[in-house]
């Protein structure tokens, strides 16, 4: 988890409590304030997820092309190389799930 994810979740729940405290005591500015930064920290939240998916894809394929067989392939050893066909079936088997 990166800082975008912790920081849009504190903006998400701050926001959303300014919202309902605004709605309670009739306040449009605070409904709208709170609203508005409970979206910020949604979609801070998104980019920080984003951020991690893209982290954990990239670790995928960087372990793809590192991984052993039993067919002979070596990791990154020059006399022994992966394809790239088969470090993008490696990664295409994991589903991603950002939002």
Known sequence: MNKDR???RID?????????VGEWSGNTKTEVKGAVQEVKGTVQNAWGKLKD?????????????HKC???????NNPEHKHT?????TTVE???YTVL
């Open 12 to 20: 998400e729940t701050v926001g959303h409590a300014k919202r309902k």
């Open 93 to 95: 088997k994991k589903n």
């Open 84 to 88: 790239v066909e088969e470090t993008t």
């Open 69 to 75: 067989s039993s067919a002979g392939h070596t990791c």
């Open 53 to 65: 998916t893209a982290k954990d894809v990239k670790a995928e394929v960087k372990a793809a092309a």
């Open 6 to 8: 912790v920081i849009g």
